[in-house]
């Protein structure tokens, strides 16, 4: 069994006419492919919560901002397509760069805030080119769902924003990262550690863990962030782009922990970047799960989804 793939925008409204007219609810899982895990998780959830899962593939030039980063980014559309099949995801949506931006496009999706900082600080244009994407993705599928994964939390965040300014009639559903059983988090680029970096690559979630327990039981967060960092470094990453505590709702820097926020980090291992990030509580919220948390990651047995603290 295979999924059926569409590569225009009129195959694909048609397709999803034909559901509507049956009364189908329909669920979009945005993807750049070179497909694993994580983004499997996603369209389990869909197909959950939806009686019809796109899952699109789309490697989007307008979102990176190297042209050798471009080059270099897998294009695995078979093997996307074999790992899909036996989910029972409906359709799989491949438009090319054509599709997507024809001759004279002219439209770029900006969205303030959020974008700012973090990622958005070291690639320019980068979440232009993301907002621009997804929404014309949104509005291609019509989707009821739209499921994303909290690994680039800031990039949930930008598109949640942008949905409700636009008014647009989707439900964006976050979904857990998913991790290897020794933390680290999935990622397309993985593929890209050398053996001895792939060693090395999970401190960087154990330390966030460490990090987000110091804080979240009254830490200093400027201090316990330079020692985080230095332990990064120390771990044998290159560089630490950034290391941040920001509030979860609206990725604002703040000093305290004095609401729900986000430890936030983007480092290269190599020639590879990495991101990840974990929630962490207000003090006054903390319970036991941080220090079991903390255990689990020590000792390498992990979940597959993310540590979600309280």
């Known amino acids: 069994m295979s999924v059926p793939i569409v590569r225009t925008v009129a195959e694909l409204r048609s397709v999803i006419a034909e559901w509507r007219r049956s009364g189908a609810s329909v669920a979009a899982v945005p993807t750049m492919g070179a497909l694993h895990e994580g983004h499997l998780s996603l369209v389990r959830s ?43 995801a409906h ?20 969205v ?21 994407v997804v929404a014309k993705l949104f509005l291609q599928t019509g989707a009821d769902f739209a499921f994303f994964g909290e690994k680039d939390f800031q990039q949930l965040q930008l598109i949640r924003r942008m949905v409700q300014d636009l008014d647009i009639p989707i439900t964006v559903v976050p979904c857990p990262t998913v991790r290897e059983t020794d933390g680290l988090a999935l990622s397309s680029r993985n593929v890209r550690l050398s053996p001895a970096e792939r060693a090395v690559a999970p401190r960087l979630a154990s330390i966030l863990v460490e990090t987000a327990e110091r804080l979240a039981r009254g830490s200093p967060v400027l201090p316990t962030l330079a020692e985080a960092r230095a332990g990064i470094l120390t771990a044998g990453y290159r560089e630490v782009e950034y290391l941040e505590v920001r509030g979860e709702a609206d990725l604002q820097p703040i000093a305290s922990i004095d609401r729900p926020a986000r430890l936030i980090v983007a480092a290269w291992l190599g020639e590879t970047r990495l991101i990840d990030n974990l929630r962490i509580p207000s003090s006054s919220l903390l319970a036991d799960q941080m220090p079991r948390a903390c255990h689990e990651f020590a000792a390498g047995t992990a979940s597959l989804i993310a540590v979600r603290l309280p």
Do not use: W
């Open 46 to 88: 869909a197909l959950k919560k939806a009686d019809r899962v796109i899952v699109t593939l789309f490697v989007n030039p307008k979102q990176f901002n190297s042209a050798a980063d471009l080059a270099a980014y897998p294009r695995t559309e078979n093997q996307d397509a074999a790992k899909l099949a036996p989910l029972g």
């Open 91 to 110: 359709l799989l949506y491949v438009p090319d760069a054509t599709e997507m931006y024809p001759a004279g496009f002219a439209t770029t999706v900006s």
């Open 112 to 132: 303030a805030g959020v974008s700012e900082g973090l990622c958005g600080a070291f690639r320019p244009g980068h979440f232009d080119g993301v907002a621009t």
